[in-house]
């Protein structure tokens, strides 16, 4: 078995990468659980169906990196939604302040992120601007206006 896993490390090297590489970042906690249970339950998967025909290695270690990259993706999109529902000091969300956004204020964010539409726009608020996104929502939020 030990031969069979050495063979299929040397045919898929990427693999071995994907194995070895981790997020270092402590906000991507569900993103590493996720690949670590993914890839192990992809490994044993992977080597009982390889086993049947044979290459029990070369199963396991594909199996893994499937599972890491099931078990990734799954755990990324949990962190993504803690990420919208946590709040700051404040009391506000990344989404209470995307929803006080203006359609020109989010493209004026969208233009600072290069145009990227992966990347959270929201971290490219500076401090006065979340200010005054907030005083925004208190004037919205009395009583008579």
């Given at each position: 078995m030990k031969t069979n896993f050495k063979l299929s490390v040397a045919r898929y090297p990427a693999a071995l990468l994907l194995l070895l590489s981790a997020c270092s970042s402590p906000n991507n906690a569900n993103t590493q659980r996720g690949a670590a249970g993914g890839a192990a339950a992809g490994a044993l998967i992977g080597g009982i169906i390889g086993h049947q025909s044979g290459e029990t290695?070369?199963?396991?270690a594909l199996g893994a990196v499937?599972?890491?990259?099931?078990?990734?993706?799954?755990?990324?999109?949990?962190?993504?939604?803690?990420?919208?529902?946590?709040?700051?000091?404040?009391?506000?969300t990344r989404n209470d302040y995307y929803n006080l956004l203006t359609a020109q204020e989010r493209d004026v964010l969208k233009a600072r992120a290069g145009g990227r539409t992966d990347v959270d726009t929201i971290a490219y608020l500076t401090d006065d601007e979340r200010a005054n996104l907030r005083r925004r929502a208190a004037g919205q939020n009395e009583i008579g206006r």
């Open positions: 290695g070369a199963g396991a499937a599972g890491a990259a099931a078990g990734g993706a799954y755990g990324h999109s949990k962190d993504k939604q803690a990420d919208s529902t946590t709040r700051d000091s404040y009391g506000y």
